[in-house]
Structures are given as C-alpha cells and as structure tokens.
C-alpha cells in the first residue's frame, strides 16, 4: 500500500491536507480592499486544509497583519520582510507578535550562530527552524543546542 501526503513549493510535508497560502498583492491595497476581496479568499482556501502557513511578504504588507492573525486556519507564519529590507532577525518586535497571537513561526533566514544567539527570544512551540548546516556534526551540534534549551 502506498503512503501518501502533501507538499508543495515549501520544503514541508504533511500527511493531512497542507499548503502554504499567500496573497503578495495586498501589499497594494487598502485594508478595505484586503477586507473585501481578500481576506475571504484565503478563509475559503484555509478551511480546506487541515495544516496552513500563510507566507507573509514585505513590510507593505503589514498594516493588514491583524486582519491574517485572525484567521483561525493559519498555524504558522512565515514571515518574508521583502527585497532590500532588514532579514527577520531584525523584526524580533514582530515575530514575538506573531507567536502571542497563537501562530507559530518559520524562520527561513537565520544562521546557525544566529539561532544560537536569539532563540531563547521566541518561545519554542511551534517554531519552525529552517537553517544549511555545513557538516553533520554542526546540525548535529545545532540540533543540540535547541533541544537544551527549548
């Protein structure tokens, strides 16, 4: 018998109904518009899906993050600060944001060193941690280091 399950541009799998959802347009338009048109279509496809993280791009975009936080369907943001914006190490204000409105959170950009320096600034439930280790022993090492410290 076969085993199957979900995956999609993200390097993520789930053996539940998953995807990662996004509207990258509503950094140009205005909170009634993301209101309108918007927001309605990403419930619609949430609440198809049992896992969801919304991917969340460019700093525009943020005057309509409370409006994403309150969709009950997204577990998990990934937060995208845009081209030529500081990486999301940066954002901290925001991140911790993000996780005290219940969502999780996928950090993309940070490197090894950098978790280490930062991670006991987030709460570890339902941190992704998405990171190029450049041996065995240094992933094994990271990987280490989190579970002492979560």
Known sequence: MFERGFIGWAPTYSE??????????SCMMSPEMVRTFAIPA???E??????????YDGKEALGHLDD????????????????????????????KRIQKAGKG???YDWSAE???????????EGLLLQV??????????????VKKNM
């Open 16 to 25: 539940e109904k998953f995807a990662v959802v996004q509207c990258d347009v």
């Open 42 to 44: 990403i419930e619609y």
């Open 46 to 55: 949430v609440n198809h899906l049992k896992h969801c993280v919304y991917h």
């Open 68 to 95: 994403i936080l309150a969709i009950k369907g997204i577990d998990v943001i990934q937060w995208v600060p845009g081209s030529g914006n500081p990486r999301s190490i940066e954002w901290m204000d925001l991140l």
């Open 105 to 107: 959170l996928w950090i």
């Open 114 to 124: 950098e978790i280490k320096q930062h991670f006991k600034e987030l709460k570890p």
């Open 132 to 145: 190029a280790a450049g041996s065995a022993e240094e992933a094994d090492d990271l990987i280490g280091y």
